[in-house]
């Protein structure tokens, strides 16, 4: 027999990380790696928060999971805080980001459906996007890794090119339910909607009776240095979907909807056995009490605008390796030359330099820090990134 017990659909590498602390993750030997990928965008507050450990600690101590079908002050308690906190009107709480999709495509379909336009169930959605990878999720993406030897996939899914407001607005008939898309696309190369566009679809969603659905998993959760990537448009959704950053690293999702996108699913439409359960819930409060006030989302705002300053700052160094950096906040990217291959410099950074971070498509290097990063984690990024080029380009 050669699979391994653990069916072998990720290509792992050689750091097996056994314990965290703060930004930094300690392998099995006992080696260090600053960690600017954070599980991909998930550990905002880095690795053994205590407000996060007490939460768990003190929430399993005291009520770990009940059944959905009892009353939840705990969900009533978080959902209440994300709803005067956005657009949203009502939450329902996943385990994961794909989840969280799907719950926003099946809202969206019920909403015509008890709209009185049962026709209405195409989504629209972008090319390089990334929405999850369950059956429904990889429907709404053309990347062919993804859907190969998966189909036949979901029908009701229309894929046009990313940031083409044109494009968007030719696909619409009368058979659109609404639009899917993520305000700054994380695996697709950590690229920001332009402003045009993401108002574009706005504009269209209203004037044709269509919903907005975006997906925020990896670009929400003051990420970008506010609550949600969307603000930074003067825009609001009808749908929103999160995960990634708003447990912490403990997983969990939810599906935020005004009451008028909300308002086919009733009791008996949508379910989930472990969504919102109290233990998630206490770790929900916990992250949103340190990471979601003023203070705290300005500082990521400074930090993102330092580092991305000391990124630009390493191009002209290193301009054989290095063409641009991009994103906002502490979703940033670094965009490689075409004579190099992102996977391999993050290969590189990682067991070279002890560095970590993610490649995404463009040929972009994903920087992800944990929200919490002072700037001497910055300086050391920086030392790594421009140590890192120096023996990659000497090696080319
Ligand atoms: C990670 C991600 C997802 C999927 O989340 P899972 O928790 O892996 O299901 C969906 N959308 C975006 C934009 C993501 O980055």
Redesign the pocket.
């Known amino acids: 027999m050669t699979i391994t017990p653990l069916m072998p659909v990720y290509p792992r590498c050689g750091v097996r990380p056994v314990r965290g602390e703060g930004c930094y993750l300690i392998g099995e030997r006992g080696e260090r790696y600053l960690d600017f990928a954070s599980g ?1 965008a998930v550990n905002i507050l880095g690795h053994g928060h205590p407000a996060v450990v007490k939460a768990i600690a003190d929430q399993a101590a005291t009520l770990m999971h009940v059944s959905n079908l009892y009353g939840s002050p705990q969900g009533e308690h978080f959902a209440a805080r994300l709803v005067e906190k956005t657009f949203a009107d009502t939450v329902f709480f996943t385990n ?3 989840e969280a ?1 799907e719950c926003a495509i099946k809202t969206a379909r019920r909403y015509h459906y008890v709209n009185g336009s049962p026709e209405r169930t195409k989504i629209i959605s972008f090319s390089s996007a ?4 369950t059956l429904g999720t990889i429907s709404a993406t053309n990347q062919p890794k993804m859907r190969d030897g998966f189909e036949p996939l979901l029908s009701g899914f229309e894929v046009v090119p990313f940031n083409d407001l044109a494009a968007a607005t030719a696909a619409v008939d009368e058979t659109t339910a609404g639009f899917l898309v ?1 305000p700054i696309q ?2 697709g190369g950590m690229t920001p909607s332009s402003h045009e566009f993401l108002t574009g679809l706005r504009k269209l969603c209203d004037n044709h009776g269509m919903l907005l659905i975006l ?1 925020e ?2 670009c929400g959760y003051a990420r970008t240095g506010l609550f949600f990537a969307h603000e930074h448009y003067g825009i609001t959704p009808d749908i929103m979907a999160v ?2 950053g708003i447990g912490g690293g403990f997983p969990m ?1 939810a599906c935020l909807a005004t009451e008028e996108a909300a308002k086919g699913m009733i009791a008996g439409t949508h379910g989930s056995t472990y969504g919102g359960n109290p233990l998630a819930m206490a770790v929900g409060e916990a992250v949103m009490d340190v990471a979601i006030n003023d203070e705290f989302l300005a500082n990521v705002r400074a930090k993102g605008e330092r580092l991305r300053a000391s990124l630009e700052q390493l191009i002209p160094n290193h301009d054989h390796l290095f063409e641009s950096v991009r994103g906002v906040g502490l979703m940033l990217g670094l965009k490689l030359k075409e004579s190099a291959e992102s996977r391999a410099f993050v290969a590189h950074l990682r067991d070279n330099h002890g560095l970590l971070t993610v490649s995404a498509g463009e040929n972009v290097v994903r920087i992800l820090p944990p929200l919490i990063i002072e700037d001497s984690h910055i300086a050391e990024c920086i030392e790594k990134l421009s140590a890192g080029a120096r023996d990659f380009e000497a090696a080319a």
């Open positions: 991909i994961s980001g794909a999709v990334f929405h999850g990878r993520e994380g695996e997906d998993v990896q995960a990634k999702g």
